[in-house]
Protein backbone atom coordinates (compact mmCIF):
# COMPACT_ATOMS: atom_id res chain seq x y z
CA UNK A 1 0.00 0.00 0.00
CA UNK A 2 1.38 3.66 -0.86
CA UNK A 3 0.17 6.90 0.77
CA UNK A 4 -1.75 8.55 -1.74
CA UNK A 5 -1.45 12.23 -0.62
CA UNK A 6 2.29 12.69 -1.23
CA UNK A 7 3.61 16.32 -1.71
CA UNK A 8 4.64 17.23 -5.34
CA UNK A 9 8.21 17.57 -5.87
CA UNK A 10 9.86 20.23 -7.51
CA UNK A 11 12.98 18.81 -8.98
CA UNK A 12 14.03 21.96 -11.11
CA UNK A 13 16.48 23.29 -8.92
CA UNK A 14 17.37 21.95 -5.33
CA UNK A 15 16.18 23.78 -2.00
CA UNK A 16 19.64 23.22 -0.57
CA UNK A 17 22.69 22.15 -2.77
CA UNK A 18 25.45 21.12 -0.84
CA UNK A 19 29.01 20.82 -2.27
CA UNK A 20 32.44 19.00 -0.42
CA UNK A 21 30.92 20.21 3.17
CA UNK A 22 33.84 19.16 5.96
CA UNK A 23 33.62 19.44 9.08
CA UNK A 24 36.48 19.05 11.92
CA UNK A 25 35.75 19.53 15.08
CA UNK A 26 39.10 19.86 17.17
CA UNK A 27 39.42 18.86 21.12
CA UNK A 28 42.58 19.74 22.52
CA UNK A 29 45.19 18.36 20.34
CA UNK A 30 42.48 15.41 18.60
CA UNK A 31 40.74 16.56 15.54
CA UNK A 32 37.40 14.47 15.09
CA UNK A 33 36.02 14.43 11.13
CA UNK A 34 32.42 14.82 11.22
CA UNK A 35 31.68 15.27 7.73
CA UNK A 36 34.43 14.45 4.53
CA UNK A 37 33.34 16.00 1.27
CA UNK A 38 29.42 15.24 1.07
CA UNK A 39 27.95 16.36 -2.14
CA UNK A 40 23.77 16.68 -1.75
CA UNK A 41 20.75 18.25 -3.53
CA UNK A 42 17.83 18.12 -1.74
CA UNK A 43 14.48 19.04 -3.06
CA UNK A 44 10.87 20.91 -2.26
CA UNK A 45 8.21 18.47 -0.97
CA UNK A 46 10.60 15.73 -0.74
CA UNK A 47 10.50 13.56 2.71
CA UNK A 48 14.06 12.13 2.83
CA UNK A 49 15.66 9.65 5.78
CA UNK A 50 19.10 10.06 6.56
CA UNK A 51 20.62 7.27 7.50
CA UNK A 52 23.53 5.74 9.94
CA UNK A 53 24.61 4.26 12.85
CA UNK A 54 25.87 7.38 15.79
CA UNK A 55 29.12 9.14 14.95
CA UNK A 56 28.02 8.84 10.87
CA UNK A 57 27.84 12.36 10.70
CA UNK A 58 24.15 12.32 10.19
CA UNK A 59 23.62 15.87 12.90
CA UNK A 60 26.26 17.30 11.75
CA UNK A 61 25.06 17.57 8.29
CA UNK A 62 21.75 18.69 9.73
CA UNK A 63 22.97 21.70 11.82
CA UNK A 64 24.78 22.86 9.04
CA UNK A 65 21.87 22.61 6.75
CA UNK A 66 19.85 24.23 8.92
CA UNK A 67 22.40 27.19 10.16
CA UNK A 68 22.85 25.88 13.30
CA UNK A 69 26.49 25.13 12.40
CA UNK A 70 28.59 26.08 9.80
CA UNK A 71 31.13 23.75 7.69
CA UNK A 72 35.12 23.76 8.11
CA UNK A 73 34.98 23.69 4.42
CA UNK A 74 32.98 23.35 1.26
CA UNK A 75 29.61 25.04 0.67
CA UNK A 76 26.15 25.28 0.70
CA UNK A 77 23.29 26.98 -0.87
CA UNK A 78 19.38 27.34 -0.30
CA UNK A 79 17.47 29.29 -2.14
CA UNK A 80 19.81 30.70 -4.16
CA UNK A 81 21.48 32.31 -0.82
CA UNK A 82 25.34 31.04 0.15
CA UNK A 83 24.66 29.72 3.56
CA UNK A 84 28.33 28.69 4.18
CA UNK A 85 30.27 32.22 5.20
CA UNK A 86 26.95 33.87 5.90
CA UNK A 87 27.35 36.02 8.96
CA UNK A 88 24.78 35.17 12.10
CA UNK A 89 22.32 37.94 11.25
CA UNK A 90 21.37 36.23 8.28
CA UNK A 91 21.62 32.81 9.57
CA UNK A 92 19.45 34.07 12.19
CA UNK A 93 17.09 35.26 10.02
CA UNK A 94 17.05 32.29 7.46
CA UNK A 95 16.23 29.83 10.67
CA UNK A 96 13.56 32.21 11.51
CA UNK A 97 11.83 32.58 8.23
CA UNK A 98 12.58 29.38 6.39
CA UNK A 99 13.69 26.03 9.06
CA UNK A 100 11.56 24.37 11.77
CA UNK A 101 13.50 22.09 14.18
CA UNK A 102 12.55 19.31 15.37
CA UNK A 103 14.93 17.19 18.05
CA UNK A 104 14.79 14.06 20.04
CA UNK A 105 14.05 15.81 23.56
CA UNK A 106 10.91 18.00 23.80
CA UNK A 107 11.98 21.33 25.18
CA UNK A 108 8.56 22.45 25.76
CA UNK A 109 8.37 25.50 28.82
CA UNK A 110 6.60 23.34 31.84
CA UNK A 111 4.43 26.17 32.49
CA UNK A 112 3.02 26.65 29.25
CA UNK A 113 0.05 25.24 27.29
CA UNK A 114 0.74 23.38 24.40
CA UNK A 115 -1.08 26.48 22.85
CA UNK A 116 0.85 28.90 24.30
CA UNK A 117 4.22 26.84 23.42
CA UNK A 118 2.97 26.78 20.10
CA UNK A 119 2.53 30.37 20.26
CA UNK A 120 5.63 31.53 20.93
CA UNK A 121 6.90 30.76 17.51
CA UNK A 122 3.82 32.20 15.83
CA UNK A 123 4.17 35.37 17.78
CA UNK A 124 7.49 35.84 15.90
CA UNK A 125 6.91 34.78 11.94
CA UNK A 126 5.79 36.79 9.20
CA UNK A 127 2.54 34.54 8.55
CA UNK A 128 2.01 31.91 10.43
CA UNK A 129 -0.75 29.27 10.98
CA UNK A 130 -2.91 29.60 14.36
CA UNK A 131 -1.37 27.58 17.28
CA UNK A 132 -4.78 25.48 17.48
CA UNK A 133 -4.21 25.32 13.58
CA UNK A 134 -1.13 23.89 13.71
CA UNK A 135 -1.90 21.54 16.73
CA UNK A 136 -4.76 20.44 14.63
CA UNK A 137 -2.62 19.38 12.27
CA UNK A 138 -0.73 17.01 14.74
CA UNK A 139 -3.98 15.36 16.37
CA UNK A 140 -4.10 17.54 19.05
CA UNK A 141 -6.53 19.76 18.48
CA UNK A 142 -8.32 18.33 21.77
CA UNK A 143 -5.31 19.14 23.73
CA UNK A 144 -4.66 23.00 23.41
CA UNK A 145 -5.03 23.79 26.75
CA UNK A 146 -2.78 21.00 28.51
CA UNK A 147 0.40 21.50 30.09
CA UNK A 148 3.45 19.43 29.25
CA UNK A 149 2.93 17.55 32.25
CA UNK A 150 -0.68 16.02 30.90
CA UNK A 151 0.69 15.08 28.33
CA UNK A 152 2.81 12.12 27.11
CA UNK A 153 5.94 11.85 25.16
CA UNK A 154 4.87 11.25 22.14
CA UNK A 155 1.99 14.29 22.40
CA UNK A 156 5.06 16.12 23.76
CA UNK A 157 6.46 15.68 20.62
CA UNK A 158 3.63 16.42 18.23
CA UNK A 159 3.31 19.60 20.73
CA UNK A 160 7.51 20.24 19.43
CA UNK A 161 6.25 19.66 15.56
CA UNK A 162 3.29 21.75 15.52
CA UNK A 163 5.32 24.62 17.11
CA UNK A 164 7.74 23.80 14.75
CA UNK A 165 5.72 23.94 11.41
CA UNK A 166 3.25 26.69 12.97
CA UNK A 167 5.56 29.23 11.16
CA UNK A 168 4.81 27.47 7.82
CA UNK A 169 8.80 26.78 7.11
CA UNK A 170 10.01 25.81 4.06
CA UNK A 171 12.31 22.81 5.07
CA UNK A 172 11.32 20.32 8.60
CA UNK A 173 14.82 19.61 9.95
CA UNK A 174 13.96 16.68 12.29
CA UNK A 175 16.86 14.86 14.08
CA UNK A 176 15.60 11.29 16.00
CA UNK A 177 11.82 12.49 16.28
CA UNK A 178 11.66 9.19 17.75
CA UNK A 179 14.54 8.24 19.85
CA UNK A 180 13.02 8.79 22.78
CA UNK A 181 9.61 6.81 22.28
CA UNK A 182 8.34 3.27 22.11
CA UNK A 183 7.02 1.86 18.61
CA UNK A 184 3.41 2.56 18.73
CA UNK A 185 3.94 6.43 20.07
CA UNK A 186 6.74 6.94 17.31
CA UNK A 187 4.40 5.46 14.55
CA UNK A 188 2.33 8.22 15.36
CA UNK A 189 4.54 10.78 15.77
CA UNK A 190 5.53 9.52 11.91
CA UNK A 191 2.35 10.21 10.83
CA UNK A 192 2.17 13.99 11.95
CA UNK A 193 5.21 14.22 9.94
CA UNK A 194 3.76 12.72 7.21
CA UNK A 195 1.05 14.93 6.76
CA UNK A 196 2.57 17.69 7.42
CA UNK A 197 4.84 16.69 4.63
CA UNK A 198 1.80 15.79 2.63
CA UNK A 199 -0.51 18.88 3.25
CA UNK A 200 2.22 21.81 3.32
CA UNK A 201 4.62 20.42 1.08
CA UNK A 202 7.75 21.29 3.61
CA UNK A 203 10.84 19.46 2.43
CA UNK A 204 11.15 16.86 5.49
CA UNK A 205 14.35 15.69 6.19
CA UNK A 206 14.30 13.02 9.43
CA UNK A 207 17.38 11.75 10.74
CA UNK A 208 17.67 8.36 12.14
CA UNK A 209 19.46 4.93 13.03
CA UNK A 210 16.41 3.02 12.64
CA UNK A 211 16.46 1.54 9.13
CA UNK A 212 12.85 0.47 8.93
CA UNK A 213 11.71 4.41 8.99
CA UNK A 214 13.48 4.81 5.75
CA UNK A 215 10.52 2.68 4.17
CA UNK A 216 8.32 5.95 4.54
CA UNK A 217 10.56 8.35 2.43
CA UNK A 218 10.79 9.23 -1.43
CA UNK A 219 14.24 8.98 -1.05
CA UNK A 220 16.80 7.68 1.48
CA UNK A 221 20.50 8.86 2.01
CA UNK A 222 23.04 6.87 3.84
CA UNK A 223 26.09 7.98 5.71
CA UNK A 224 29.30 6.30 7.72
CA UNK A 225 32.24 7.77 8.53
CA UNK A 226 31.05 12.00 7.57
CA UNK A 227 30.30 10.24 3.77
CA UNK A 228 27.97 9.84 2.10
CA UNK A 229 27.70 6.21 0.72
CA UNK A 230 24.85 5.47 -1.00
CA UNK A 231 21.49 7.29 -1.75
CA UNK A 232 18.33 4.99 -2.83
CA UNK A 233 15.11 5.88 -3.97
CA UNK A 234 11.79 3.97 -2.37
CA UNK A 235 9.57 2.69 -5.63
CA UNK A 236 7.08 3.49 -3.00
CA UNK A 237 6.22 4.68 0.02
CA UNK A 238 5.26 3.06 3.23
CA UNK A 239 2.53 4.93 5.61
CA UNK A 240 3.94 5.10 8.90
CA UNK A 241 0.89 3.00 10.03
CA UNK A 242 2.39 0.18 8.33
CA UNK A 243 5.80 0.37 9.86
CA UNK A 244 6.51 -1.95 13.19
CA UNK A 245 9.83 -2.32 15.00
Not at 125 to 132: F, N, T, V
Not at 187 to 195: G, M, N, P, T, W
Amino acid sequence: MTNRNLAPIDESAPMFRARGLTKVYRMGEVEVHALRGVDLDLYAGEFVVLLGASGSGKSTLLNILGGLDAPTSGEVESGGHVLSGADEEALTRFRREAVGFVFQFYNLIPSLTARENVALVTEIAQAPMRPDEALALVGLGDRLDHFPAQLSGGEQQRVAIARAIAKRPAVLLCDEPTGALDSTTGVRVLQALERINAETGALTVVITHNAVIAQMADRVIRLSDGHIVGIERNAARVPATELAW
